[in-house]
Every structure is written in C-alpha cells, then in structure tokens.
Antibody, heavy 120, light 107 residues
C-alpha cells in the first residue's frame, strides 16, 4: 500500500529554522516526483515545488523560489521541506503529494499534512 | 507558469441539484486536467483525471469534460457528502498549478 507519512505539527517563533518531512512507502520512492503544497488558513492550494528523488532534480514555483528548500534522502525514502528563517506568514498546512506516473501525472497519493504555526 | 482560473469561487446548492464548475487554463494543456475534492481538515482527494476519467471508487454522479483550455466538472445530483471545496489542477507541466478552488455550500 502506497503511503506518504508526514512529520508532526510544529510551533515555531519568527526567525527560527524548520525542516519537515514526508516518508514514502509501498512504492519505488526514487521513481516518482514528490511535490509540496501549501494551504494557508482558509485559503486554497498552492504548489510550492517538486523533487525527483532519483536524481534530486528540483523545481520551484516562482513564488517560493529562494523562500524554501526542498530536498530528499533516497536512502530513507524521505522528502523534506525546510525554511532557514520562518515568518508569521509561513503559518499554514503543508502537504506532500506523489506525482503519479503517466501521463496523466495526477497527484495520486497525499500525506496527511503538517501544520506549521509561526508566532511570537 | 500556467495559470488556472476556476469559477465560481463559491456556490450554494441543494441536495439533488446539478452543479457545474468551470476551469480555464492560460494556455492549452491538452487533457492534462485533474479535479480534486477537499473536505475540512483533510488532504485533497483525486476525483477526475485526464479531464474526463473517473478515479476508481468515485461515484458516477461526478463527471468531467473539456480539452485545450476550457474544462468543466459536473455533479449530476448533489448528495450531502459532496459539500466540499473542489480544485482543478493542470499536470501538463511538472509544476502543476491549481485553480483557486470552488467552495460548494448547502443552500
């Protein structure tokens, strides 16, 4: 069974760093892109970026380029999303999702989400 | 970047109604268009892929159509469990952008 399991909720202060994780199981982790999606409170889904764990090819949406870093450790089938200096505006739910094969390349499996709260 | 524009942003309807949500791409995306349903506190769930193919396990009252730049999601007869937010998403490019969402509420 394919699963993406994300790390738990985080409460941080502005300026702090953070790295959240997404562990894949039940499939060949290196053969599928993993994307990260932000959902701010009461708002829609925003595509942040995507990584191919097989070769670490990483793409960022323009709005998130330079704001976050996406990485993966294929030895432990885990993708990461990290911030070097959090802002209050980073408060959101963050989802990882697998970009399925194909076409049609749907987001066929999702993690349960990691809630990040940034507050002084 | 490919921009996706959904309409309406919100919709009130009653159980049994037929509803249609539209999604427009800023450039042709062939049939690389997917629809997701999201309920509060849950991750999105895939409903329709490749514009018109029903994901396994999704009720047949859901259907999708379109190609190129214009797409629609139709729910033929609303059920209580269908009140949720719906998103279109293009998978033409690796960075698959979402529409802004349509919140379907009970009238």
């Amino acid at each position: 069974e394919v699963q993406l399991v994300q790390s738990g909720a985080e409460v941080k202060k502005p300026g702090e760093s953070l790295k959240i994780s997404c562990k894949g199981s039940g499939y060949s982790f290196t053969s599928y892109w993993i994307g990260w999606v932000r959902q701010m409170p009461g708002k829609g889904l925003e595509w942040m970026g995507i990584i191919y764990p097989g070769d670490s090819d990483t793409r960022y949406s323009p709005s998130f380029q330079g704001q976050v870093t996406i990485s993966a450790d294929k030895s432990i089938s885990t993708a990461y999303l990290q911030w070097s200096s959090l802002k209050a505006s980073d408060t959101a739910m963050y989802y990882c999702a697998r970009r399925g094969g194909g076409p049609p390349h749907t987001l066929d499996y999702w993690g349960q989400g990691t809630l990040v709260t940034v507050s002084s | 970047d490919i921009q996706m524009t959904q309409s309406p942003s919100s919709l009130s309807a009653s159980v049994g109604d037929r509803v249609t949500i539209t999604c427009r791409a800023s450039q042709s995306i062939s049939s690389y268009l997917n629809w997701y349903q999201q309920k509060p506190g849950k991750a999105p769930k895939l409903l329709i892929y490749a514009a018109s193919s029903l994901q396994s396990g999704v009720p047949s009252r859901f259907s999708g159509s379109g190609s190129g730049t214009d797409f629609t999601l139709t729910i033929s007869s609303l059920q209580p469990e269908d009140f949720a937010t719906y998103y279109c998403q293009q998978s033409y490019s690796t960075l698959g952008t979402f529409g802004q969402g349509t919140k379907l509420e009970i009238k």
